[in-house]
């Protein structure tokens, strides 16, 4: 495959991709992060301050499966 070509494959994949976050009603605009300030977050301190898999108001952190906290977990650490 050519270069040419690929770039032609690129540039249609995000053509497309704009397109389609273009018709999507609410499009860019209603992306929040919300779940990251207030679950993602706040689990993956707790889990590096030793007070075990738990939000900040004490409660089991089980409405989320807990694979990106523990992944948030080291690279926190790592930063620190």
Known sequence: MTIKRC???FLTTISVVFLFWSVVPGGWSER???DYQSFYKPVA?????GKGLVTNDGNPAVRYPPG??????VLFG???
């Open 7 to 9: 770039g032609v494959i």
């Open 32 to 34: 929040d992060p919300a």
């Open 45 to 49: 301190y707790n889990l590096l301050l």
């Open 68 to 73: 990106f906290p523990s992944i948030l977990t």
């Open 78 to 80: 790592l930063a620190q």
